[in-house]
């Protein structure tokens, strides 16, 4: 599958050697610079946002199972928080 060019502009880098990217869509991106002087920009997902980490899942099963041998705390009482 090809790719197209979505955008296509020149840009500087400034004094604190920086580069500014128009219209970035992501916060992250993986960077290679070969030895041509080539740089490439990858966009970088660090955690997949719809992914429940294996801990937190455990967590969550082993407090439903509280829940239903009735190992639970006192009702709290949050009235004192409402507006």
Known sequence: MSENIANEYTTTIDSKKRLTIRGAKHSF????????????????????PNEIPKSTLKVMDNSVKNFKKGKVSKPINLKKYEK
């Open 29 to 48: 991106y993986v960077v290679k610079e070969y030895t041509t002087g080539k740089i490439v920009l990858s966009p970088r997902i660090l955690v997949d």
